[in-house]
C-alpha cells in the first residue's frame, strides 16, 4: 500500500494520522509538532531511527514505524503499557505469541522483532508523550550484523504478509494501547511481568 492508501485507510477508521514516504523519525517529527491526542504518525521509512539512549534503529522500507501522541500520566508505566499492546495486537491479527525483554524488547524466539520508545515533552503548561514503535515486517531487508539479532514477522508467521498488514497492525497497536492507558498502573505491571521472560531489577520503578 502507498502513503494515500494508508491514509485513507485510517480516516476510514476514524483515527487522525500524518503518513509519510520517509521522514528522520517519526517520534522526532511529534515531539516537535504537537498533535491531538491519539494521533498516529506513520512513515514507510525513517533516515534517523532511534531508540532507547540514542541506539540507532534501523528503518528500511520494510517495516513498521510509527509514533502515537497520547497524554502524558504521572508515575503511569508508558513503555510496559506499549509492550502489551504489541503483544496483544500480534496475538490477534497473527496468532503469535511474543515475549518482552526488560524493558522495552518484543521477542520471538530469541531474536528482536520490535522496539518500543517513550519520551515525554514538557512545554509550559502543555504535557504529552509521543510513544514509537518500530518492528520489523519482511525478511532479508535488514543488515548482516542486524539479522543475526533481529527478526521479521514474515519469518515468525512464515508466509509472505498481507498487503494490508502495515495499517491494520498499527491501528490495532494504537487501540489496544488506548485500552491498556484505561487500566490502573498495578493492572498494567501485572499484565507485563505475565509476558516478560527477564528477570525485572529489584530496584526497577515503573513510569
Not at 502515537?68 to 495486537?89: G, Q, R, W
Not at 515486517?137 to 527478526?151: F, H, M, P, Q, V
Request: glycine share 6%; aromatic share 10%; net charge negative.
Amino acid at each position: 500500500m502507498d502513503v494515500r492508501q494508508i491514509k485513507e485507510y485510517f480516516d476510514s477508521h476514524g483515527r487522525a494520522s500524518l503518513v509519510f514516504e520517509s521522514i528522520d523519525s517519526t517520534n522526532t517529527y511529534l515531539k516537535a509538532h504537537p498533535q491531538d491526542f491519539g494521533t498516529l504518525a506513520l512513515a514507510l521509512s525513517q533516515t534517523a531511527g532511534h531508540g532507547q539512549f540514542d541506539r540507532v534503529f534501523e528503518s528500511p522500507d520494510s517495516g513498521l514505524y510509527m509514533s502515537l501522541c497520547v497524554k502524558y500520566i504521572p508515575s503511569f508505566p508508558m513503555t510496559l503499557a506499549s509492550a502489551n499492546a504489541v503483544f496483544d495486537s500480534l496475538y490477534e491479527l497473527c496468532g503469535i505469541e511474543c515475549r518482552v525483554k526488560w524493558v522495552n524488547d518484543i521477542i520471538f524466539d530469541s531474536r528482536k522483532l520490535c522496539g518500543i520508545l517513550a519520551e515525554s515533552v514538557f512545554c509550559g503548561d502543555s504535557s504529552f508523550t509521543v510513544i514509537g514503535f518500530g518492528m520489523n515486517l519482511k525478511k532479508g531487508r535488514l543488515s548482516d550484523d542486524i539479522s543475526k539479532i533481529a527478526i521479521s514477522l514474515e519469518e515468525i508467521v512464515k508466509s509472505e504478509l498481507p498487503d494490508g498488514i502495515l495499517p491494520a497492525l498499527a491501528l490495532k497497536i494504537a487501540e489496544n494501547l488506548e485500552k491498556e492507558l484505561s487500566r490502573s498502573k498495578e493492572a498494567v505491571i501485572e499484565r507485563y511481568k505475565r509476558i516478560c521472560i527477564s528477570e525485572i531489577p529489584e530496584n526497577a520503578v515503573f513510569i
